[in-house]
């Protein structure tokens, strides 16, 4: 089976080479393809407007001077020109990707364009408290298996699995739960205004501490519980119920 390891943290990042761990776990045949430099927020973004540069690190790892997603199409487009990847891994993210999160990810986006080129993708992030370490430990020792139970079931084309590990250490995790995307408190969005040095004002964009309880069964809740979250994404976001009450309205 050959493995494709990316992320939205970097080339240098402590998830990816926990990743590219796991991956060899799995398999022999495993190539790391991920940004030069942290691209987290960065979505399904492309990078149209510069060069894209492709930095040889030794036989099967590559940095990228571009998004996530331009990761995956350089590794499919110019890498692999002889054999596709079985599968998809990005991650393992420095924090969670839950709810109207995997909106703005750059580890969802990296299984999303595997996904839709066709591979088999799975985004897999770490949740850790602002301030305290964060606990790789878990997702090291529980990815292997989680991903070994994804393949042994299969999940459908154009779809996309995303895993989030509790911020919890590993012998403290509850099991492993399927649940749908929740949503946070809109309250929890921080805008730091700042002035610099010339009186010039800047902003930083973040989240604070959850103020309410997450949903039990969404992926919030499983993961703030204690469990592993796993959540099939789709590609196509029509609203089926919706286009068919427009359809009523317009036709």
């Known amino acids: ?10 080339i240098h990042a402590p998830g990816l080479k926990i990743l590219e761990k796991v991956a060899r776990s799995l398999s022999k045949d ?8 942290e691209q987290s927020g960065a979505s399904h973004s492309l990078t149209l407007t510069l060069p894209l540069r492709l930095r040889k690190i030794n036989a099967r790892k590559y940095a990228v001077r571009g998004t996530p997603t331009d990761c ?3 590794a499919m487009h110019e890498i692999f020109k002889d054999k596709r990847p079985d599968l998809l891994l990005s991650g393992v ?3 969670a990707n839950l709810g109207e999160d995997v909106t703005y990810s750059g580890t969802v986006a990296v299984a999303m364009e595997g996904s839709l080129l066709g591979v088999p993708s799975i985004a897999l992030s770490q949740c850790f408290q602002h301030g305290h370490p964060v606990k790789w430990g878990t997702a090291e020792y529980h990815a292997p298996r989680v991903i070994k139970k994804l393949l042994k079931i299969g999940w459908a084309k154009d779809t996309l699995i995303n895993v989030n590990f509790p911020d919890v250490v590993a012998d403290s995790v509850t099991g492993i739960e399927v649940v749908p995307q929740g949503k ?5 969005l921080l805008l730091d205004a ?21 949903k039990r069964h969404t992926d919030l809740g499983a993961t ?7 959540t099939p994404l789709q590609l196509d976001l029509t609203h089926k119920t919706g286009m068919k009450a427009l359809k009523a ?3």
């Open 1 to 10: 089976m050959r493995i494709l390891v990316s992320n939205d943290d970097g």
């Open 30 to 37: 495993v190539w790391v393809v991920a940004p030069e430099y």
């Open 72 to 74: 995956v199409m350089m």
């Open 93 to 95: 993210n420095r924090g």
């Open 184 to 188: 946070r408190d809109l309250a929890d």
């Open 194 to 214: 700042r002035v610099d040095a010339r009186s010039v004002p800047y902003y930083w964009i973040g989240y604070r501490k959850q103020k309410n309880k997450a």
């Open 224 to 230: 703030e519980s204690g469990a592993i979250s796993v």
């Open 249 to 251: 309205a317009l036709a």
